[in-house]
């Protein structure tokens, strides 16, 4: 099943503000709340799959990510904005 993202514009908010939500709607697993800082990420992105790589850009933003505990079954960063 795939993940929910609900996008609230400013519109439709009471106080103007935009506001994103996601939720990692597939099987129960533990997971770990992280931020990802710029000086943390790499600078090329590696497919699994494929072994492709693509350059990424020089000013990366910081970013959460809800990944799973135990890598079984991937290193999704679910949930994350």
Known sequence: MPCTTV???KNASN???TMI???DDGFFDVKKLIVVNPKDQPRTYK???SH???PL???LMRYTACP???PKNGTWAATGI
């Open 7 to 9: 996008l609230v514009g």
């Open 15 to 17: 106080d103007r503000s």
């Open 21 to 23: 939500a996601r939720t």
């Open 47 to 49: 497919t699994v799959p």
């Open 52 to 54: 492709l790589e693509i």
């Open 57 to 59: 850009p020089d000013d």
């Open 68 to 70: 799973s505990v135990d």
